[in-house]
């Protein structure tokens, strides 16, 4: 991939040969510049972003030719607006707390060029900034009030950095372009880089050691160098073409994160932040589930107003409340009667403001339809676990009992209603890789939920399909990869 550097002045800049094109707004805005191969990564650094600007209008075109803007025009909404940046700024005030904790002054401004920092003590907090709002030269500000908080984050122009830091803004950019032939095993044989971001310390990952080995073995086969990498690498991103996330997904949480900064990268990535926020959220899926008429268990949304409800007489036991985020079974609760119904939702409701209600539907199994590309990939029925109504009890004392048996089957074998049910239900979130999964009630198929991420284990997703599984998501990856770029 081509990296474009966009500059008012391009006399300011020096870089090594071969990391980067300069080229100035005027030339890039020009309408043979629109021929460009769309295989770009553009870098812009014009001194102003604002409205109807050249700044403006270089991210805006870059969009509109299909490469990648870096910052988006998406950014620079984000940068106008001082509640997104205290709201990403909420996520990451642990790291701001530790990185700021000896400043005895009420304000600090961090400059942070090209995700990197002058101050070598502060690069996990530049690189943390850098992931909220991916742009070439950034000014983050932050303000203690009893806690240290971001309060806002601005982009500057070249004229904008101190002189004594000039040298270094040209250092880190050679670097950041240099990245991408960094790696010490040597890659000429393979066509493009994947990541695959795990963790390590994930108790339950949404696939298996075994099943990491076989996306390896897989994407090698259709011509991907594979490296697996940890939140902790995201300063790493740009050396790659693809980002496969193989860790829990949830929007409060680096996995979205990374995400989001992969995607502004130019990177193709599953799971992508949109994704990511439309499957996290229960509310948001009982919401459009419910507009597209697709058939799902009876579902209310329950606040704080439902703690002093007296009578339950409109609600059906037993019933089931969910936190929004809930996953693998946790954060689930059965109520059986009012009493259980006040003290579960009042306990729940210190983790969200809102809580869905579901009615109880049990059956001996769900349906677990994974969906790829609009495409059925696996079905697999996941059974109960042993004397549960989930299909995971954590509280069983024998790990015999915590999960219940699976059974992979061949999609062609699934009733083609399910099959159907699924495909509609995620081509509400996406194009992505969704698990989709469905109960069977009766004469009623219901739909439970769409989960981005979802678990890929050897010896179970794969028991049908075996390594054309994994060869399928890597042709995907591929696939996606030469469309952005064709």
């Not at 995201?234 to 050396?239: D, V």
């Amino acid at each position: 991939m081509t990296n474009l550097l966009v500059v008012d002045d391009a006399s300011r800049w020096e870089l090594p040969n071969g990391v980067a094109t300069l080229i100035t707004a005027s030339e890039y805005l020009t309408p043979q510049s629109s021929k460009t191969e769309r295989a770009v990564r553009v870098f812009n650094l014009c001194d102003s972003y604002a409205y109807q600007s050249l700044g403006y209008y270089v991210s805006l075109l870059a969009e509109a030719r299909g490469q990648h803007a870096i910052p988006s025009v998406a950014t620079l909404r984000d940068f106008r607006s001082l509640e997104i940046a205290r709201s990403f700024g909420a996520e990451i005030e642990e790291i701001i707390e530790a990185s700021l904790k000896k400043e005895s002054a009420s304000g600090f401004t961090l400059s942070i060029y090209f995700g990197q920092t002058v101050d070598q003590a502060l690069g996990k907090l530049g690189t943390q900034i850098y992931r909220l709002f991916p742009a070439p030269l950034i000014l983050a500000e932050f303000q203690n009030q009893g806690a240290w908080r971001l309060n806002s984050v601005i982009p500057i122009s070249f004229d904008q950095v101190p002189a004594e830091h000039r040298d270094r803004v040209s250092e880190f950019a050679a670097c950041y372009f240099n990245k991408r032939h960094s790696s010490k095993v040597p890659k000429q044989r393979y066509l493009y880089d994947m990541a695959i971001l795990v963790n390590p310390d994930e108790p339950h990952p949404p696939s298996n050691e075994r099943a990491l080995r076989c996306f390896k073995e897989a994407a090698h086969e259709i011509g991907f160098y594979v490296e697996t990498i940890t939140s902790a690498d995201a300063a790493r991103l740009c050396e790659f073409d693809a980002l496969f996330i193989r860790e829990t997904t949830a929007v409060d949480h680096p996995t979205y994160q990374l995400s989001r900064l992969a995607h502004a990268e130019g990177l193709v990535v599953i799971d992508d932040p949109w994704s990511i926020l439309r499957s996290a959220n229960k509310v948001y899926l009982a919401e459009i589930l419910s507009k597209a008429k697709l058939p799902s268990p009876t579902t209310t949304i329950f606040t704080t107003r439902d703690l002093v409800r007296e009578h339950c007489h409109d609600l059906t036991f037993p019933l089931v409340l969910k936190l929004p985020d809930a996953a693998f079974s946790m954060g689930v609760k059965k109520v059986a009667n009012e009493e259980q119904f006040h003290s579960g939702l009042k306990e729940m409701l210190k983790e969200s403001e809102l809580i869905i209600g579901q009615e109880y539907t049990p059956s001996e199994y769900d349906w677990r339809i994974g969906v790829l590309d609009h495409q059925p990939l696996f079905a697999c029925k996941y059974h109960m676990a042993e004397g549960h109504w989930q299909i995971y009890n954590w509280g069983a004392k024998e790990s015999r009992k915590r999960e219940g048996k699976s059974e992979a089957i061949h999609v062609e074998f699934v009733p083609p209603a399910v099959i159907d049910l699924a495909l509609r239900a995620s081509a509400l979130i996406g194009d992505g890789f969704y698990g989709v999964d469905i109960k069977e009630v009766g004469n009623r198929l219901l739909v439970i939920e769409v989960n981005d991420n979802p678990s890929v284990d050897a010896g179970v997703e794969d028991a049908a399909l075996g390594m054309e599984l994994y060869r399928r998501i890597a042709r995907s990856f591929r696939r996606r990869i030469q469309l952005a770029r064709s």
